[in-house]
């Protein structure tokens, strides 16, 4: 497991993904949810396998906080799960 707490390379605020899903929950459907996030969390949007901020594994919750700041390598992740939707 990648404990990103201390990571200290460019963050994104988690408002992007709030709309990312806002929108798929408009045009899509919730496997499109699950594909977005596809290699950041685990199946069916189960917490990260993988990754872990403060101590404990990322989750849904964290990423769709408009308070939360998540690094770049993640959100490139999600960005490049997007443009393989739909």
Known sequence: MIDL???????????????????????????????????????????????????EPLSYHYLTNTLNWLPNSLNLIIFSNLGQLP
């Open 5 to 55: 707490a201390g990571n200290n390379e460019p963050k994104v605020c988690c408002r992007n993904y709030v709309a990312m899903v806002d929108y798929i929950n408009h045009y899509g459907d919730s496997a499109d949810i699950a594909r977005l996030f596809s290699g950041i969390l685990g199946p069916n949007l189960s917490r990260s396998p993988f990754y872990c901020l403060d101590g």
